[in-house]
């Protein structure tokens, strides 16, 4: 059973960071991609970030580019580091898995976390 746990929410100051964790337990990965998404209230889950579970290039929606980081361990974690939050990254971050090698096919993500929330105060 695959079991993805996030961790590093938080409350934080814009202009501030955090980086979020994910562990990934139960499967073999090796042709999965990995994805943070975030969802605020009223909103739809949106794809922020993603990258192959063997790493090489990611993906970044535009609202997040040169701020947010996605990267691997190269064992079970995968991170999110995000730098200068602004409020509106205020949200619910969910960790995804999903056997694509496609990053930006949302629908591919199979597996959720339970989420972990952002709070970026003004």
């Known amino acids: 059973q695959v079991q993805l746990v996030e961790s590093g929410g938080g409350l934080v100051q814009a202009g501030g960071s955090l980086r979020l964790s994910c562990v990934a337990s139960?499967?073999?990965?090796?042709?999965?991609?990995m994805g943070w998404f975030r969802q605020a209230p009223g909103k739809e889950r949106d794809l922020v970030a993603a990258i192959l579970w063997s790493g090489g290039s990611a993906y970044y929606a535009d609202s997040v580019k040169g701020r947010f980081t996605i990267s691997r361990d190269g064992a079970k974690t995968t991170y999110l580091q995000m730098n200068s939050l602004l409020p509106e990254d205020t949200a619910v971050y969910y960790c995804a898995a999903g056997p694509t090698l496609y990053l930006r096919n949302s629908g591919a993500y199979r597996y959720w976390g339970q989420g972990t929330q952002v709070t970026v105060s003004s």
């Open positions: 139960g499967s073999t990965f090796s042709s999965y991609a």
